[in-house]
């Protein structure tokens, strides 16, 4: 019984930790592109949203 209960707790971790990989990447991800879309349309707006100085 016990080792079934162990059994259900490491799969649940690591399911677990796989599916927040895959968000945490599917938003970082398209949060990117959007933003290399976004930087070929209009830079000047990108550059004030992440907040980019000239000088830099």
């Known amino acids: 019984m016990f080792t079934q209960v ?3 707790f490491i799969f649940l971790f690591i399911f ?3 599916f ?3 968000l945490f990447l599917g938003l970082f991800v398209g949060y990117w592109l959007t933003l ?3 930087e070929q ?3 000047k707006l990108v ?3 992440i907040g980019h100085k ?3």
């Open 54 to 56: 000239e000088g830099e």
């Open 6 to 8: 162990l059994g259900f």
């Open 47 to 49: 550059y004030k949203m």
């Open 41 to 43: 349309v209009a830079p």
């Open 36 to 38: 290399l879309g976004l």
């Open 16 to 18: 677990l930790m796989g």
């Open 20 to 22: 927040s990989m895959l």
